[in-house]
């Protein structure tokens, strides 16, 4: 069963005095102003939530003059501080070989994609108005998939009948997901590119729906990183991030057991410090524009060798949200 935050936890969370108050620890649907609930508060570090283009601190600025029309539209936002850690990306390049490998570095994210993928059939089926049991429930949805890898989300969604755009900070993994999308029909029109989040926005590209799966953990500026999907995202339009909790049930499973006892991942793949809460991450999420609208976590069961989707978001968990509209926007239309 899917949470939802409602609007109520949404105002709470955004209208708390400072950024650490608005931090409470916990599940979500503890609505946080339930009577005699005990919810301690969690100190976030400031840098989480401060970057270049968003400070509590900054003296407010002068209402700009319109600018008089000149070409096409500029997406709003976007960051102009790079998303890349030089160290991350070398740890991906290194295991770029391995990505349609299903008992190798990237198992964990092959078990998971059927589950991921149902939260995002069902999220985005309800957010554009969609049938989820026709065949092709995305067909004309421009999708783009941030820090793709090889391409396995990528080329589902395509199979949903979405218009792909891929795109990953390592060359080996754009080649190996061109490659690998061209030896079959219906993924061979996906668009691989290797590129950032924040260079696309330069280049004006909007979507109707964002994907970013597992990939802000590794990123150097999480707030400028969601900045650059928000202003990839349409007015109106869906963004969806998975992600692993900062916690430390993750700590012990995501980590110690995953890394150093099942060796499922190399070594050194998650740094816990970079992690986010969910509750960081929609405030991130909100800083930028986009109001996570559902929020749901995944759970293994080792018996069974499968994940599922569950209300437990001690873990892995994903969020989608909204892309808002722009006051200007909604005022020049
Ligand atoms: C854990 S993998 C996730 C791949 C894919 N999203 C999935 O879940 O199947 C993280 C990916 O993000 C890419 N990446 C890391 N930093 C990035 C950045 N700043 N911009 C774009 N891609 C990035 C890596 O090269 C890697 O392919
Ligand atoms: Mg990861």
Redesign the pocket.
Same mark, same amino acid.
């Given at each position: 069963m899917l949470r939802r935050l409602t609007p109520s936890l949404r105002r709470s969370l955004l209208t708390s005095s400072s950024p650490s108050a608005a931090a409470v620890p916990g599940r979500w649907g503890v609505p946080l102003t339930e009577p005699g609930a005990s919810l301690p508060h969690t100190l976030l570090p400031q840098w989480r939530l401060c970057s270049s283009a968003a400070s509590h601190s900054s003296p407010p600025t002068p209402p700009r003059p319109p600018s008089p029309p000149q070409g096409p539209k500029r997406p709003a936002g976007g960051s102009t501080v790079? !998303? +890349?850690?030089p160290a %991350? &990306?070398a740890k991906?390049?290194a295991i770029?070989e391995t990505w349609w490998d299903s008992e190798g570095p990237?198992k964990p +994210?092959h078990l998971?994609?059927p589950t991921?993928l149902s939260f995002i059939r069902s999220t985005l089926c309800r957010h554009f108005r969609r049938d989820p049991n026709s065949s092709k429930p995305l067909e004309g949805l421009k999708v783009i998939? &941030?820090?793709?890898?090889?391409?396995? +989300?990528s080329e589902p969604l395509a199979r949903m009948g979405a218009t792909v755009t891929g795109?990953?900070? /390592?060359d080996k993994?754009i080649k190996i997901a061109h490659v690998h999308a061209a030896s079959d029909p219906s993924t061979a029109s996906i668009e691989y590119i290797c590129?950032?989040?924040e260079d696309l926005v330069k280049e004006h590209k909007q979507f109707d729906a964002v994907? !970013?799966? %597992? /990939?802000i953990e590794? &990123?150097?500026n999480p707030l400028g990183?969601c900045e650059s999907l928000s202003a990839l995202t349409v007015p109106n339009g869906a963004t969806v991030i !998975?992600t692993i909790n900062r916690s430390m049930r993750a700590y012990a499973t995501a980590i110690v057991a995953a890394e150093y006892i099942l060796n499922w991942l190399p070594k050194g793949?998650h740094n816990w410090s970079k992690l986010l809460t969910p509750e960081e991450l929609v405030l991130i999420l909100e800083r930028a524009s986009i109001s996570v609208q559902e929020m749901a976590g995944f759970v293994y069961n080792p018996l069974r060798g499968e994940w599922s989707l569950s209300d437990d978001i001690s873990v892995n968990y994903i969020a989608y949200g909204i892309k808002k509209v722009e006051k200007a926007s909604v005022e020049s239309n």
């Open positions: 790079s !998303s +890349l850690n %991350e &990306v991906f390049a770029a990237f +994210l998971m994609n991921r998939d &941030v820090g793709c890898g090889g391409g396995i +989300l795109i990953d900070a /390592v993994n590129t950032t989040a994907i !970013s799966l %597992e /990939v590794h &990123v150097a990183f !998975s793949t």
